[in-house]
């Protein structure tokens, strides 16, 4: 019997069945639908539309595992993708498998603080937090400890670039203060300390310099402006996208891996709204384009076309056209005889 309604494609999804027939798959919950339905179903259904998508997701599991780093558990990555869900079903599920796959590419995991995947008008969009650039700049070896944070109007601090290091920043946060009393947040800075033993120069980004990048870089934020949500990350969290700012000025003086340049060239294309995989093995690519291929008609978006992804050049050799033998050339001697070289 055919299934005619979203209810019940959902539970057919999570029920165990022992020899699923081919007009009853886990995917097609997920094709089938439209945001809004999803979203609504995942509303009344009381989280049974996140249990249908996590078994859509399992499909590409192999592809997950091979795109995480050996330090980043699959089982991890997957229970923080489940705990992301719910604010998810109104996206586009091939933006939303996009999303991911360039998540688990950097190994951070969508949990709020290393990275978010958010929605924006139906489409699956991953953000990585600075808590994900001071990870990558970890695993890089080439650093010892980085800090990142805010200054308060209350707190005690001192910037003299003249003096040597460490006597040219110093901070001592009022924390015995009530946050009435440390008041509104005037400066963010960043610093790292290098695996040799150096210390970077400190970055101080104040509040109207993080205005100034967000109102001439922020694609999203003028999108966001320009239709009345007022709903970009920079409207709804400020702050961290401040100390990202801080951040990623930091990285012009350290040294810095392949990762995080890839990493900052994906949080870029996000905000500009353009395809974020900068890197996918083979397989995750004919993973993309089967659930463009099956989607794509059902919701009738066009986001994610398989020629638009990025990918790194295969490791396998294409096969050249044959060399032309090389013409014979002669050169006279001196005593007019023909040589062959």
């Given at each position: 019997m055919a299934l005619t309604t979203l209810k019940d494609r959902?539970?057919?999804?999570?029920?165990?069945?022992?020899?699923p027939t081919a007009d009853i798959r886990p995917a097609q919950v997920v094709a089938d639908a439209?945001?809004?339905?999803?979203?609504?179903?995942?509303q009344a259904e009381g989280g049974e539309t996140t249990a249908a998508i996590m078994k859509w997701l399992d499909q590409y599991g192999e592809h997950f595992s091979g795109a995480l780093p050996g330090c980043v558990p699959a089982a991890t990555f997957m229970a923080a993708t489940r705990a992301a869900l719910p604010s998810?079903?109104?996206?586009?599920p091939a933006?939303?498998?996009?999303?991911?796959?360039t998540c688990a590419r950097f190994g951070l995991l969508p949990d709020g603080r290393q990275a978010v995947i958010r929605c924006e008008d139906g489409r699956a969009v991953f953000v990585p937090m600075y808590q994900g650039y001071v990870e990558l700049m970890y695993r890089s070896?080439?650093?010892?400890?980085v800090h990142v944070g805010l200054i308060r109007a209350g707190d005690e601090w001192s910037v003299e670039p003249s003096a040597p290091a460490p006597l040219d920043f110093t901070f001592k946060p009022a924390l015995l203060k009530d946050p009435a009393e440390r008041g509104e947040a005037v400066l963010a800075y960043a610093f790292a300390w290098l695996a040799g033993?150096?210390?970077?120069?400190?970055?101080?980004?104040?509040r109207p310099d993080a205005e100034a990048i967000r109102d001439q870089y922020s694609q999203a934020y003028q999108r966001s402006e320009e239709s009345g949500a007022r709903d970009s990350f920079w409207h709804t969290h400020f702050y961290e996208m401040w100390r990202k700012s801080a951040l990623r000025r930091l990285f012009g003086l350290v040294p810095t891996s392949s990762e995080l340049t890839a990493l900052e060239r994906a949080d870029d294309a996000g905000d500009g709204g353009q395809v974020q995989v900068v890197h996918a093995p083979g397989e995750d690519v004919q993973a993309l384009a089967k659930a463009v291929a099956a989607h794509r008609a059902a919701e009738g978006s066009p986001e994610?076309?398989?020629?638009?992804?990025?990918?790194?050049?295969?490791?396998?050799?294409?096969?050249?056209?044959?060399r032309s033998q090389p013409k014979r050339t002669?050169?006279?001697?001196?005593?007019?005889?023909?040589?062959?070289r």
């Open positions: 959902v539970r057919a999804a999570t029920t165990e069945r022992p020899e439209t945001p809004e339905e999803l979203h609504a179903a995942e998810l079903t109104r996206c586009t933006s939303l498998l996009q999303a991911l796959l070896g080439q650093v010892g400890s033993g150096a210390r970077s120069q400190v970055i101080i980004l104040t994610l076309q398989p020629a638009a992804i990025a990918i790194r050049p295969s490791s396998r050799k294409k096969s050249l056209p044959p002669t050169r006279k001697s001196r005593k007019g005889k023909g040589k062959t």
